[in-house]
């Protein structure tokens, strides 16, 4: 399929009006999974032309994804990951998880970044970060796009080895996404250690309803960025 190639356009941008000189693109990947961490990459990339068919990570099939983080983690100039856990995200919510996350990728880069692009139209990382939102960002610009792969082939990895021990749910495939193997799999056997027990899937399955955890955060001031998917049989 077809589609445009990310550009410096918006790293440009800021580098003119801010004067930031070392600029990270943001990406998570996981926040709509069932099980399993968020996961988000900062990735520093400079002006450099990108590798050839660099975009969103969803937009890639899984061999050509996997082939081009290889090519990133090498071109990129750096680049860290950042996870929360499924606790975290039960104790936390998702939106205090992603900043988590985010913020451990950014501490993690060997130089802390004068501005940063975040994936989506929502500053879930907020002060004292410098943050320009970009809706798509993972396709239009570069740092963002090269952050979507690599915590992508990064976070699919993970889930697979932690599958090992669970065959039935097929986190291989699904990366702890809801799949017609994930929901069989709960229903017969509930939930493994790695999944989020306080969101609304639990509500459907009445044999294990009395695992879910209680969104303690929910009632906090800070909101949800994104609603939790249900079962929907």
């Keep these: 399929m077809p ?70 983690r090498e071109w990129v100039t750096s680049y860290a990951l950042g996870h929360a856990s499924p606790e975290e995200i039960d104790d936390l ?29 929502h500053d879930y990382l907020g002060s004292p970060w410098q943050v320009r939102t970009v809706i798509k960002g993972d396709q239009s610009c570069v740092a963002v796009a090269a952050a979507s792969v690599i915590a992508k082939v990064q976070r699919d990895k993970m889930m697979a080895e932690l599958g090992i021990d669970h065959g039935d ?30 969101w609304a899937y639990l509500d459907a399955l009445p044999q294990w309803r009395h695992l879910k955890k209680a969104r303690s955060w929910a009632t906090g001031n800070v909101p949800e960025i994104e609603g939790q998917l249900g079962f929907d049989f």
């Design 3 to 72: 589609y445009e190639a990310p550009t410096h356009t918006v790293e440009r941008s800021l580098r003119a009006t801010t004067g930031a000189k070392v600029i990270a693109g943001v990406d998570e990947v996981g926040r709509g999974a069932w099980a399993g961490p968020v996961t988000v990459c900062a990735a520093v990339t400079g002006l450099r032309r990108p590798p050839e068919g660099l975009t969103d990570s969803k937009l890639l099939a899984v061999k050509r994804r996997t082939q081009l983080a290889e090519v990133l």
């Design 93 to 121: 919510g998702m939106t205090a998880a992603l900043r988590l996350a985010a913020e451990r990728a950014l501490d993690a880069l060997p130089v802390r970044p004068d501005a940063v692009i975040l994936d989506g139209k």
């Design 169 to 198: 749910f097929g986190f291989a495939a699904n990366a702890g996404y809801p799949s017609p193997v994930h929901k069989a799999a709960l229903e017969e056997r509930g939930p493994t250690p790695y999944h989020r027990l306080s």
